[in-house]
């Protein structure tokens, strides 16, 4: 494994600024996610750091090592796409096997044998490696895509959202898997996503891009707990961050605030002012109540067996909440 670095790297598509003055670290041995919604820069930044594109300005290390010059097969990394890509007409064994039989790596075929074999126990699937590909599920299909991969041992990992095509149940199945296989391994890896559920329960560091830019990296709880900015705030939290007009509650505010920001978990309920129940959502182990606070909708937390229904009133208060300025800056 090794460390990846981004020196203020930039990428321009026609008139589209796609990445702008990256200067991004991903530890050796971390699991690092961008987070961001589409158009943010995720995909290009992992593609400049495959070879796939190259920068129009700065550098790229991997393992201290500049690459820029590098063809994608000299950069020692492997990418899982978003869609599995695999050989519909090739068993598991031989998808698997495909990556290490290329020209370029020349393995034998005894360890191509041993190295599927243990992707494929890692991957909890060594039962269907005599299966084609069109016979599998398409959680298997994901696990094999990631399996090829697995077997080149390279630098670092890029996945480009490996879950997005999934469904819920899959995809938190296949998150635990990641983690454990991350673990397992102790790789590099850079994950792409816009699903804030996989950044705050698969990542050791975050980074926030909007508009090309990474605006803020670290833990997930760290960005969680200290966003510095509203757009990095509302990246992260479910249900998502109220953001409020200062005064609409009663809470000391700094010089320059303009917005409050105030996590479901932190209204507290019984006192304050009144706000009217718009709808009730029990979802099992939490219960949100959407409230309508003067012109303003509010989301917060309730007991999962509240009686409440749309039309009756509660008392709110804020607590704990965060501050932003005209620009979204944190203030305090």
């Not at 090794?2 to 790297?9: F, G, K």
């Not at 630098?155 to 991350?182: F, G, N, Q, T």
């Not at 950044?199 to 975050?206: I, Q």
């Amino acid at each position: 494994m090794a460390e990846v670095s981004l020196h203020n790297v930039s990428k321009k598509f026609g008139k589209t600024q796609a990445v702008v003055d990256v200067d991004l670290t991903v530890p050796d041995g971390a699991f690092v996610v961008l987070l961001g919604p589409t158009g943010a820069g995720k995909t290009t930044t992992l593609r400049l750091i495959a070879g796939l594109e190259k920068p129009d300005t700065g550098d790229i290390h991997i393992g201290g090592a500049s690459v820029n010059g590098l063809t994608p097969a000299q950069r020692d990394v492997a990418m899982v796409f978003q869609q599995y890509s695999l050989y519909p007409h090739l068993t598991v064994r031989d998808n698997l096997a495909f990556p290490l039989r290329s020209p370029i790596l020349k393995t034998p075929e005894d360890e191509i044998a041993r190295k599927v074999q243990d992707v494929a126990e890692v991957l909890h699937i060594p039962h269907k490696l005599d299966n084609k590909a069109t016979e599998l599920s398409g959680g298997e299909m994901q696990r094999v895509s990631i399996g090829r991969a697995l077997v080149r041992d390279p630098s670092i990992y890029l996945m480009d959202e490996p879950l997005s095509s999934l469904d819920a149940k899959l995809r938190a199945d296949l998150r635990v898997e990641l983690k454990r296989i991350h673990a397992e391994l102790n790789a590099t890896l850079l994950y792409v996503t816009h699903d804030q559920i996989e950044a705050m329960t698969m990542a050791s560091h975050v980074g926030v891009l909007d508009e090309g830019r990474l605006v803020q990296f670290g833990s997930p709880r760290e960005i969680y707990e200290n966003p510095k900015t509203a757009y990095v705030a509302a990246r992260l939290g479910q249900p998502r961050i109220n953001l409020l007009p200062v005064g609409v509650l009663e809470a000391p505010a700094p010089a320059g605030a303009t917005t409050m920001g105030l996590r479901p978990e932190n209204i507290r309920q019984g006192d304050g002012h009144d706000a009217t129940v718009t709808r009730v959502e029990h979802l099992g182990d939490q219960t949100r109540l959407h409230l309508k606070l003067g012109s303003h909708d509010v989301i917060t937390l309730t007991d999962p067996h509240s009686s409440l229904n749309p039309g009756e009133t509660v008392q709110i208060a804020a607590q704990n909440p965060i501050f932003f300025d005209t620009d979204g800056n944190r203030v305090a």
